[in-house]
Structure formats: C-alpha cells, structure tokens
C-alpha cells in the first residue's frame, strides 16, 4: 500500500511517539522534504538528531526529546503573502509567540519568523508547538 502523505505519516508518527513517552523511533520514511523539516525542527530544538540507516529502506533514526506537544501537516497547501502570516497563525498555532510554521519560499524552506523577517510569501506546508 503506498502512502499519499509520507510527511503527515512521519509527523503522526512524530506525535504517537511522544504522547507514549519514547525517546526515538525508527522510520521506513525518507525523502529530502522530510529531512528538511526534520532538520528545522532540530534547529528549533524539538528535535534531538536523526539520521539515516544504511538498511534495505534506508530508514531515519530519530531521537526525540519530549518537547512537541503536536505537530501536523497543512492540507491543502495554502499560499501564503507577507501579509497573511497572522491569519494562519491564529489558525494553526495555539498563542501568539508558541509554535512555527514551517513555509516553503523561493529561498527554500524555512519557519514563518524567518519568512517575515525577510518579506517572503509561499506555501504552508506544516505547524510545530
């Protein structure tokens, strides 16, 4: 069976495993989209490290740290102005100042303080708190 979201499957995952207390998990997952946001969500510390196994998969090992209260996808992909930012915010994140949105911009993925900070739209593609 092949997955239409494997982005939505690894943060589900993501979310699963730290509800139950786990400190790593093992994913058969793996594609540059994940491991860029795997990597920013490391950079906003909510992540420990992660890499990938050698294996017939070529699977990610991800520790986690017990920080992330949820994190999930944005469906459909919404498009995104400078100006727009807040709406999103008040919709997908729970307080003003808790949590990201990780956008994908011409300059390449990054949070939404980043995008703002650098005047750039684009596309919604998850959230993190």
């Not at 207390?21 to 491991?35: A, D, F, H, V, Y």
Request: glycine share 6%.
């Amino acid at each position: 069976m092949t997955l239409n979201d494997p982005l939505a499957n690894v943060l589900s995952f993501i979310n699963n495993q730290e509800r139950l207390g786990k400190r790593e998990l093992l994913t058969k997952n793996n594609s540059k989209l994940i491991r860029e946001v795997l990597k920013i969500m490391q950079d906003e510390q909510y992540l420990g490290s992660y890499e990938q196994q050698e294996d017939v998969y070529s699977s990610l090992k991800i520790n986690l740290l017990g920080k992330i209260n949820k994190c999930g996808v944005i469906t459909p992909r919404f498009k995104v102005k400078v100006s727009d930012y807040e709406k999103y915010e008040k919709k997908f994140l729970p307080a003003l100042g808790m949590g990201s949105l990780l956008v994908s911009t011409n300059k390449g993925l990054m949070t939404n303080a980043k995008a703002k900070e650098l005047n750039l739209g684009g596309t919604l593609i998850c959230y993190m708190y």
